[in-house]
């Protein structure tokens, strides 16, 4: 039978509440207006479009001011059920109140919060100045979305400061009505709000910016098991069921399921061995109960970060092992997290000159690397006999470069030079014209560089960097400019629940932090010590202490003993690790890569 999982909560935030759409019961009170809750499926009318449409349809009295009690483990919250009832009240009275935006800066739990406070005080005193009247139903039929778009769909309620969503499975419809369901980009199929932003890149339907955001943060995260975090549809969920596809890595929840396909979907999905989800299916003409496939989703999904990425993803039963170009290798982190995300690497070319960094990349990666030395001394021949590759990815030396460094030599000279071999070999590289198979690079460097090499690397990349500082998924400050074509580079940097942000996280039993987050780790033995103060970061025995190889390799997001060969020196792996790029934010850069290359 088809896997489900428990998503887990982002990193720092409670899990989702529990489900209420099947709780609520029927109150003896009349009043004004009806909320209602899941009854059974019936057909109501046609689509606007001339299809067949069904959903749910209620016919419950609830009293509009009675409060919803929802319980969550030994937790209790309270919160009022007549927001979305209300709004519909004030919109047939012609009452007009404050608006609830949306957008990236804007708390939306507040917004709902005080438009909720204003449309109760208007209740209170007798919907004035219509009255009761003015909430009746307009004649004849009208559109479903205009007024019920919110709690036909899902319902995302915010409760209190910290906005946490319950989700409730919920439809409307007043007896007696004849409504037509319209199934529209004016409605965001993720939460049901009617504030859309844009349309869904995925299923037919719009978005609204909360879920925008949502989106961009979550739909590239991946589990250790290789499958999405969070649902496709509304990139949340509890419960999720993971397609049996083994080139496909997606999720659906069972919310979004019973709720768009139909009821009792989900439990048909858990008895099919294999199960396809919904990208897959290949029958239905990708139509499932209200969920619609997008026949262009490939080219939505394309354009739907920013900037916008130069290939549509490829389909699963297409998709290839990957070959990869690495420059300035280092300790094969590249490698290290594309086996991670469970992509199937076909060859990996390494260029690096260390041979410390090459002996543990032999030892860590049982010799799966390439290794071909000095860059200087690829040619064109060398990558057509390689060749040809998916991914080309490389830092140069930072030395001359870095503001830091007050004998820095700049772009021009010294090690900066190195920047001109990366650039050199990833335009022969590139895939010749005619070729318009996926071809993805990733270039890095230090954030402390002079303006000038900043916008002369800009310049010859003919792209601007992205900044990434580790700080977000790690115990350490690491700031770093990306240079790339990967999609999603400039989406948010969210941690995962196996990252380590805090260093007590990193340490070894019987050791204390002293500090949250450590500053950058270099290849300098005194950049451990924190502040103008140069304090130890560690406590142990009533001393202080430096970190340990095995707490910096944490740190960095490596497994521990990763740098731990050939008898090497303390000062000599954190050489290497200083050297190195932080794991969970190149795991966070490439996790989009699974969309074109074959996963194990």
Known sequence: PVCIKNSPPPKGHPANLTQVGKQWSQHVTASPWKAFVESTPQQIGGRSDGKKGSFLLIFIEVPIMSELTVHTGDERMTTMTGHVPLQVASTRAGKAFIACPESDETDTSKSVDLQSKQMIEWAKTGFQPTGPKGLEPPEGKFNCHVYFAPIMLKSRILIGAQGLPIYLRATASLAGTNYILSFSTDICISCGSLNVSREHPLFAGGMCQSCKNCFLECAYQY????????????????????????????????????????????????????????????????????????????????????????????????????????????????????????????????????????????????????????????????????????????????????????????????????????????????????????????????????????????????????????????????????????????????????????????????????????????????????????????????????????????????????????????LARQRLLGRSWSVPVIRHLFAPLKEYFACV
Request: hydrophobic share 35%; charged share 25%; glycine share 8%.
């Open 223 to 570: 589990d250790d098991d290789g499958y999405q975090s969070y649902c496709t549809i509304c990139c949340g969920g509890r419960e999720v069921l993971m397609c049996g596809n083994n080139n496909c890595c997606r999720c659906f929840c069972v919310e979004c399921v019973d709720l768009l396909v139909g009821p009792g979907a989900a439990q048909i999905a858990i008895k099919e061995d294999p199960w396809s989800c919904y990208m897959c299916e290949k029958g239905q003409k990708g139509v499932f109960g209200l969920l619609e496939r997008r026949t262009d989703w490939p080219c939505r999904l394309q354009h739907f970060f920013e900037p916008p990425k130069l290939y549509p993803p490829v389909m699963a039963e297409k998709r290839q092992p990957i070959r990869v170009l690495s420059l300035f290798d280092g300790i094969a982190t590249g490698l290290l997290v594309l086996k991670e995300l469970g992509i199937q690497v076909e060859r990996y070319v390494a260029s690096e000159v260390c041979e410390d960094s090459v002996t543990v990349g032999i030892v860590r990666h049982q010799g799966r690397i390439m290794y071909v030395g000095d860059v200087r001394n690829v040619t064109r021949k060398h990558l057509h006999e390689w060749g040809p590759f998916d991914l080309v990815i490389g830092g140069s030396p930072c030395n001359d470069l870095s503001i830091v460094n007050p004998a820095r030599k700049g772009l021009y000279e010294g090690t900066g030079r190195l920047f001109f071999e990366f650039y050199r070999l990833l335009h022969e590289a590139r895939p010749k014209e005619g070729d318009n198979r996926p071809f993805f690079w990733l270039f890095e460097n230090v954030v402390a560089m002079g303006v000038s090499d900043k916008r002369d690397i800009s310049r010859f990349l003919e792209c601007n960097p992205v900044m990434i500082d580790a700080k977000e998924v790690s115990a350490a400050h690491r700031a770093r400019y990306f240079w790339g074509n990967l999609p999603g580079m400039n989406r948010p940097l969210t941690a995962m629940c196996t990252d380590r942000l805090d260093l007590q996280e990193c340490l070894e039993h019987g050791r204390t932090a002293k500090f949250g987050k450590v500053r950058t780790i270099t290849t300098r033995s005194n950049s451990i010590k924190q502040g103008k103060d140069q304090h130890f970061p560690v406590f142990m025995n009533e001393k202080e202490d430096i970190l340990w190889c095995t707490e910096m390799e944490r740190v960095f997001g490596f497994p521990v003993h990763y740098t731990d060969v050939s008898n090497m020196s303390r």
